[in-house]
C-alpha cells in the first residue's frame, strides 16, 4: 500500500456534489461555489466557508441563502464563480446566469441548475467554519436534460455522477 501525504487524505472522502450558494447582502445578490457539504436525512445540511468569503458577512447577517446544485454543463461557470470575488463582481451577470425569487427566502434561487434549496441558517459552528442550515423550500427542474452533477476530487479534477 501506498502512504499518501496527510494534508491529500481528504480527497479519499470528498462529500456531495459542488453546490452554487446565493446570499443577498440588502442590496445586491451574489453565488459562491461551495465542494464541501453535509447532509443529515432531516432537511439539514452544512457547507463549510467563514470570514475569507466575501459572501460570508452577508450569510451570517441574513441567516438564509439558497443552495443551487448544477449539473456538468455548468462546470466552467462553477469554476469561474469560484474563481472571483462578489465584492467587485456581479456574478449573475459575468457568469449569465438567471436569479429568480424563492417562495421563502430574500437570496434568489438559479434558473439554470438542477435544483435549488431555500435554507436559514440555524447555527454556526465558528471554530470550524461550518453553517449549519434547515431546509424550508426544496425544488428540482425535472424537465432538465442533464442530469449529472459535479464532484470535486480535491485535487483540481472533477467526476460527474447522475443524481438520484
Not at 494534508?7 to 443577498?24: D, Q, R, Y
Request: glycine share 6%.
Amino acid at each position: 500500500m501506498h502512504e499518501l501525504e496527510l494534508n491529500k487524505a481528504f480527497i479519499l472522502m470528498e462529500s456531495g456534489p459542488i453546490v452554487l450558494v446565493t446570499t443577498h447582502d440588502g442590496q445586491k445578490d451574489n453565488i459562491m461555489t461551495i465542494s464541501w457539504t453535509m447532509v443529515d436525512f432531516t432537511p439539514v445540511f452544512a457547507i463549510t466557508t467563514g470570514e475569507w468569503n466575501h459572501f460570508f458577512a452577508a450569510l451570517r447577517k441574513n441567516r438564509e441563502c439558497v443552495i443551487a446544485i448544477p449539473t456538468v454543463d455548468m462546470l466552467d461557470k462553477v469554476v469561474g464563480i469560484g474563481t472571483c470575488s462578489g465584492k467587485d463582481t456581479d456574478k449573475f451577470a459575468k457568469f449569465k446566469l438567471t436569479p429568480v425569487q424563492g417562495k421563502v427566502v430574500k437570496p434568489p434561487l438559479i434558473l439554470e441548475c438542477l435544483a435549488n434549496i431555500e435554507c436559514k441558517v440555524i447555527d454556526i459552528v465558528e471554530k470550524h467554519n461550518i453553517v449549519v442550515l434547515e431546509a424550508v423550500a426544496a425544488y428540482i427542474d425535472t424537465t432538465r436534460k442533464e442530469k449529472r452533477m459535479v464532484h470535486a476530487v480535491g485535487d483540481g479534477t472533477f467526476l460527474a455522477c447522475l443524481s438520484g
